[in-house]
């Protein structure tokens, strides 16, 4: 009897020391659903579904007593409801409408004196808002977040814990991606075997393309921010005005031989970031330090992930004061990986490294309550004093130009908390309707983020790049360096020493123009605008026939330029005016009664051709980049509202392609018979290649000044001794003799546009486009085709950015579009994405010339 009761005490005492504990020696309230209750499996021993993570915060705020609600705050493309959940003490949500409103009154401290809000801050939790999986295969957050949730609502035994209901207010935004995770669930589960599989080949573990990462458009959402593009991230932007949260981590996953990532962020910093928000990541990088010492957890600091773009969950709340931070724990990529050094690295043992960090997290600004409270109200405060301080005191935003993008600009700049005026009537010279952007408001570095042309790195960041650079060591630049808003959309953005009076706030609400008159013989449409292609789209869409004009006219004074979009009345239905109108928009539309001009050509001009409506076919699958092929269909399907059929490309041997006037990919005979094919970045490389002959242009190589033959080895295998006196000389003797040019992270380029070309009807003689990568194309030769855009020379050609000084030389006068014609059909190369990332506004109407102008002109 004494020999079984050892082995019965023994073998409970080896089961509770291997037991899996998520925060050790925590003891929960069984009246709080645990994931086996609602679920049916514990934490981390299943990926959870969308509607599984749901369905248990739901279960959570039904059994917390009053401490945890759910609320909707946006729907994805593909209709799944994205929620989050507030946690806080029952007394704390009693008054959680008082909460929000004294956190509106820190957040302006042109109403809220400095007496008034030490008064609010007393008695004021701070916000903490914690985001998870905004790449949808970045599996441990959302399963981390509900294990979150569950242990602020049942720990018992945790003393942390009821500080951190008593001093803060924390909101769980457990899935930001459902589209995408849901794309990656379903893969894992129809791969999955009869057990976990941690191979790296396992195809469990790989995505087919185009992976779970990105959203139903293919958008990466971690750099739609400041786009506001996608549905997710533009609920999510107003929801966090609703709260101006205090503290922001944005949890995520990397490589799977990593270790954890968390605060302080590797340099660059942005330079509209205080010191008081760097300092700051101290107490969160520490805290979370301390409990990963204690789990034998290993962790790494201000590497890699930067703090320079605006763009991330980590970044953008930032310049609204808040403290924002990345967490990257290593990936599993489904329930087991297994590690290079031979060591199992499981699903449940990632979720514990995000939740572990999600906890520290709250518990680190409870324990800064006060001073977080306080460093938010100095953050307003300074901004709005630099506003009113600094050389620069705001901006005007001309409608100069396409001023639908002016307009689009300013909507944009409002949903994302600035506060933006109508300019008064003829003030600064600016055309009527222009904005006024002031910079003595709380929101002033974000808008000088946000509408400066260029944010400058640090030198001796920049120093180490170049340094690193010669050496063949790969930059640390992580992302774009160029983002200017005003750049991005075409849009001429004033800065101003003084800030004019006589303007009236905006709300949002885009002017709508005047609808024409009822015409007796056309309605004409001035092209180049945003709304103009939105009308083109709309109008062909229910039927009306259209005839773009290829050179100006003057009609009745008005001059209109080439691009001109004409509606004839007598070519139409009887009810062409209510065709007109419900396409119009923000269009302006003109109605004429007669086909006379002035000067210029007429209706019934060569140079007047017929808009057909076509049928756009995408190239889909691999080997298509994927967040190219996603921009490229939400624009048109979504800017403009024309549908885009996406073609998977082991379908395109056996399909009709004849059915499609437009195929954004290449296919030689289909074009010679009167197609418009589309090339963008790669697809260029893969029109011009030899075997497929449809751009006369090549990739080149590095340029080199100074170009080294190479020596062959003799019969012996040797070669002739060289003395090397100098390092300079080293240099040169270790060389490549052909070498790329080194990558560009992404910066904005000048671009001149030929005035004498179809395609740029309604295209300014300069655009901004984004470069990006160490592709250049030689140019075409004149018998070949035209060279429509291409860089400027080297001195004027960088916007906004950083640039190498070898790339600069090389990308100057060098395409940026391409057209070549092919039997009755054009081959047209983006060498440069237009599309990118679904930020660049300013080359919208340069697309739209390539879809639908490039049809009309294929005869």
Same mark, same amino acid.
């Given at each position: 009897?004494?020999?079984?009761?050892?082995?019965?005490?023994? @073998?409970? /005492?080896?089961?509770?020391?291997?037991?899996?504990?998520?925060?050790?020696?925590?003891?929960?309230?069984?009246?709080?659903?645990?994931? $086996?209750?609602?679920? =049916?499996?514990?934490?981390?021993?299943?990926?959870?579904?969308?509607?599984?993570?749901?369905?248990?915060?739901?279960?959570? +705020?039904?059994?917390?007593?009053?401490?945890?609600?759910?609320?909707?705050?946006?729907?994805?493309?593909?209709?799944?409801?994205?929620?989050?959940?507030?946690?806080?003490?029952?007394?704390?949500?009693?008054?959680?409408?008082?909460?929000?409103?004294?956190?509106?009154?820190?957040?302006?401290?042109?109403?809220?004196?400095?007496? *008034?809000?030490?008064?609010?801050?007393?008695?004021?939790?701070? &916000?903490?808002?914690?985001?998870?999986?905004?790449?949808?295969?970045?599996?441990?957050?959302?399963?981390?977040?509900?294990?979150?949730?569950?242990?602020?609502?049942?720990?018992?035994?945790?003393?942390?814990?009821?500080?951190?209901?008593?001093?803060?207010?924390?909101?769980? !935004?457990?899935?930001?991606?459902?589209?995408?995770?849901?794309?990656? &669930?379903?893969?894992?589960?129809?791969?999955?075997?009869?057990?976990? !599989?941690?191979?790296?080949?396992?195809? $469990?573990?790989?995505?087919?393309?185009?992976?779970?990462?990105?959203?139903?458009?293919?958008? !990466?959402?971690?750099?739609?921010?400041?786009?506001?593009?996608?549905? *997710?991230?533009?609920?999510?932007?107003?929801?966090?005005?609703?709260?101006?949260?205090?503290? /922001?981590?944005?949890?995520?996953?990397?490589?799977?031989?990593?270790?954890?990532?968390?605060?302080?962020?590797?340099?660059?910093?942005?330079?509209?970031?205080?010191?008081?928000?760097?300092?700051?990541?101290?107490?969160?990088?520490?805290?979370?330090?301390?409990?990963?010492?204690?789990?034998?957890?290993?962790?790494?600091?201000?590497?890699?992930?930067?703090?320079?773009?605006?763009?991330?969950?980590?970044?953008?709340?930032?310049?609204?004061?808040?403290?924002?931070?990345?967490?990257?724990?290593?990936?599993?990529?489904?329930?087991?990986?297994?590690? %290079?050094?031979?060591? @199992?690295?499981?699903?449940?043992?990632?979720?514990?490294?995000?939740?572990?960090?999600?906890?520290?997290?709250c518990e680190a600004a409870a324990m800064h309550r006060a001073e977080l409270l306080q460093n938010f109200w100095t953050y307003r405060k300074t901004a709005i004093e630099e506003g009113?301080? *600094?050389?620069?005191?705001?901006?005007?935003?001309?409608?100069?130009?396409?001023?639908?993008?002016?307009?689009?600009?300013?909507?944009?700049?409002?949903?994302?908390?600035?506060?933006?005026?109508?300019?008064?009537?003829?003030?600064?010279g600016a055309p009527d309707g222009s904005y006024l952007v002031s910079l003595a408001q709380p929101a002033k570095r974000l808008i000088r983020t946000l509408l400066d042309k260029k944010? $400058?790195?640090?030198?001796?960041?920049?120093?180490?790049?170049?340094?690193?650079?010669?050496?063949?060591?790969?930059?640390?630049?992580?992302?774009?360096?160029?983002?200017?808003?005003?750049?991005?959309?075409?849009?001429?953005?004033?800065?101003?020493?003084?800030?004019?009076?006589?303007?009236?706030?905006?709300?949002?609400?885009?002017?709508?123009?005047?609808?024409?008159?009822? +015409?007796?013989?056309?309605?004409? &449409?001035?092209?180049?605008?945003?709304?103009?292609?939105?009308?083109?789209?709309?109008?062909?869409?229910?039927?009306?026939?259209?005839?773009?004009?290829?050179?100006?006219?003057?009609?009745?004074?008005? @001059?209109?330029?080439?691009?001109?979009?004409?509606?004839?009345?007598?070519?139409?239905?009887?009810?062409?005016?209510?065709?007109?109108?419900?396409?119009?928009?923000?269009?302006?539309?003109?109605?004429?009664?007669?086909?006379?001009?002035?000067?210029?050509?007429?209706?019934?001009?060569?140079?007047?051709?017929?808009?057909?409506?076509?049928?756009? /076919?995408?190239?889909?699958?691999?080997? &298509?980049?994927?967040?190219?092929?996603?921009?490229?269909?939400?624009?048109?399907?979504?800017?403009?509202?024309?549908?885009?059929?996406?073609?998977?490309?082991?379908?395109?041997?056996?399909?009709?392609?004849?059915?499609?006037?437009?195929?954004?990919?290449?296919?030689? *005979?289909?074009?010679?018979?009167?197609?418009?094919?589309?090339?963008?970045?790669? =697809?260029?490389?893969?029109?011009?290649?030899?075997?497929?002959?449809?751009?006369?242009?090549?990739?080149?190589?590095?340029?080199?000044?100074?170009?080294?033959?190479?020596?062959?080895?003799?019969?012996?295998?040797?070669?002739?001794?060289?003395?090397?006196?100098?390092?300079?000389?080293?240099?040169?003797?270790?060389?490549? $003799?052909?070498?790329?040019?080194?990558?560009?992270?992404?910066?904005? +380029?000048?671009?001149?546009?030929?005035?004498?070309?179809?395609?740029?009807?309604?295209?300014?003689?300069?655009?901004?486009?984004?470069?990006?990568?160490?592709?250049?194309?030689?140019?075409?030769?004149?018998?070949?085709?035209?060279?429509?855009?291409?860089?400027?020379?080297?001195?004027?050609?960088?916007?906004?950015?950083?640039?190498?000084?070898?790339?600069?030389?090389?990308?100057?006068?060098?395409? %940026?579009?391409?057209?070549?014609?092919? =039997?009755?059909?054009?081959?047209?190369?983006?060498?440069?994405?237009?599309?990118? #990332?679904?930020?660049?506004?300013?080359?919208?109407?340069?697309?739209?010339?390539?879809?639908?102008? =490039?049809?009309?002109?294929? #005869?």
């Amino acid at each position: 009897m004494r020999k079984l009761l050892v082995v019965l005490v023994t @073998a409970l /005492a080896l089961s509770a020391q291997t037991r899996f504990e998520f925060w050790p020696g925590t003891v929960y309230d069984p009246a709080v659903p645990s994931f $086996e209750k609602v679920l =049916g499996y514990s934490a981390g021993e299943k990926l959870a579904s969308h509607g599984e993570i749901v369905q248990y915060f739901e279960a959570l +705020a039904a059994a917390s007593g009053g401490r945890m609600k759910v609320y909707e705050y946006a729907k994805s493309w593909e209709g799944r409801k994205l929620i989050y959940a507030v946690i806080a003490s029952e007394a704390n949500h009693r008054r959680m409408a008082a909460i929000q409103a004294d956190i509106k009154k820190l957040a302006d401290p042109r109403k809220t004196p400095e007496a *008034e809000a030490k008064r609010i801050m007393a008695g004021l939790p701070a &916000v903490v808002w914690l985001g998870y999986t905004v790449h949808g295969n970045e599996l441990s957050g959302s399963d981390s977040a509900m294990l979150t949730a569950y242990h602020l609502l049942a720990a018992r035994n945790q003393k942390m814990v009821a500080d951190v209901l008593a001093n803060t207010v924390i909101l769980i !935004d457990p899935l930001q991606n459902p589209d995408g995770r849901t794309r990656f &669930v379903n893969n894992f589960e129809q791969a999955y075997g009869i057990e976990a !599989d941690g191979s790296t080949v396992a195809a $469990e573990r790989n995505e087919p393309w185009p992976g779970g990462r990105s959203n139903h458009y293919l958008f !990466d959402m971690n750099r739609d921010w400041f786009a506001l593009t996608q549905p *997710e991230t533009v609920g999510r932007i107003k929801m966090l005005l609703e709260w101006f949260p205090l503290v /922001a981590a944005d949890l995520h996953e990397m490589g799977s031989e990593s270790t954890y990532y968390f605060a302080p962020e590797a340099i660059p910093f942005n330079p509209h970031l205080t010191k008081e928000q760097k300092t700051s990541l101290d107490w969160f990088g520490k805290n979370n330090a301390k409990y990963f010492d204690q789990m034998g957890y290993s962790y790494f600091t201000r590497e890699v992930y930067d703090a320079f773009f605006p763009g991330y969950g980590a970044a953008w709340p930032a310049y609204h004061g808040t403290i924002a931070m990345t967490y990257e724990n290593a990936a599993v990529r489904g329930m087991l990986y297994n590690r %290079l050094d031979g060591s @199992a690295y499981t699903f449940k043992e990632s979720v514990k490294r995000h939740f572990v960090t999600s906890v520290a997290t709250c518990e680190a600004a409870a324990m800064h309550r006060a001073e977080l409270l306080q460093n938010f109200w100095t953050y307003r405060k300074t901004a709005i004093e630099e506003g009113k301080t *600094e050389p620069v005191k705001g901006y005007i935003l001309s409608r100069k130009g396409d001023g639908s993008a002016a307009d689009k600009l300013a909507e944009l700049l409002v949903t994302q908390g600035v506060e933006v005026g109508k300019l008064a009537s003829g003030a600064q010279g600016a055309p009527d309707g222009s904005y006024l952007v002031s910079l003595a408001q709380p929101a002033k570095r974000l808008i000088r983020t946000l509408l400066d042309k260029k944010v $400058e790195m640090e030198p001796d960041f920049l120093k180490e790049q170049e340094r690193r650079r010669k050496k063949k060591l790969g930059d640390e630049i992580y992302d774009v360096t160029a983002w200017s808003l005003p750049l991005l959309y075409g849009v001429e953005a004033i800065p101003v020493t003084s800030v004019p009076g006589g303007s009236t706030p905006f709300t949002g609400a885009r002017p709508k123009p005047a609808a024409p008159a009822k +015409a007796q013989v056309a309605y004409f &449409v001035p092209w180049g605008t945003q709304a103009a292609g939105q009308f083109l789209t709309a109008a062909l869409r229910a039927g009306v026939k259209i005839h773009t004009l290829d050179k100006a006219f003057v009609q009745n004074g008005r @001059a209109f330029d080439r691009g001109t979009l004409a509606v004839k009345v007598k070519e139409n239905p009887e009810n062409v005016h209510d065709l007109v109108l419900k396409a119009q928009g923000y269009a302006e539309i003109v109605a004429s009664d007669s086909a006379w001009v002035e000067s210029g050509i007429n209706l019934g001009s060569r140079s007047s051709f017929v808009m057909k409506k076509p049928a756009i /076919a995408l190239a889909w699958d691999r080997p &298509v980049a994927a967040n190219s092929a996603g921009a490229v269909k939400w624009m048109l399907e979504r800017q403009y509202g024309y549908p885009v059929t996406a073609v998977r490309m082991t379908s395109l041997a056996g399909a009709d392609l004849s059915k499609f006037d437009v195929l954004i990919l290449p296919i030689k *005979e289909w074009v010679a018979n009167g197609g418009t094919v589309i090339g963008i970045e790669a =697809g260029v490389e893969f029109l011009a290649d030899a075997k497929v002959g449809l751009l006369a242009t090549a990739r080149e190589q590095m340029a080199v000044e100074k170009k080294v033959e190479p020596v062959k080895p003799d019969a012996g295998g040797q070669v002739p001794g060289k003395v090397l006196g100098s390092e300079a000389d080293f240099l040169q003797a270790i060389a490549p $003799e052909k070498d790329r040019l080194d990558t560009v992270q992404g910066v904005l +380029a000048v671009a001149k546009t030929d005035p004498d070309h179809w395609l740029t009807a309604g295209v300014a003689p300069t655009v901004t486009a984004l470069l990006q990568g160490q592709t250049v194309f030689s140019p075409l030769k004149l018998n070949a085709g035209t060279n429509v855009a291409y860089f400027a020379g080297a001195e004027q050609m960088l916007a906004s950015g950083y640039l190498w000084e070898e790339s600069r030389k090389q990308y100057a006068f060098k395409p %940026l579009v391409m057209v070549q014609r092919e =039997g009755r059909g054009h081959v047209i190369g983006f060498t440069n994405d237009p599309n990118f #990332r679904g930020y660049m506004d300013g080359l919208n109407v340069f697309f739209l010339n390539a879809v639908f102008r =490039g049809v009309a002109h294929s #005869r």
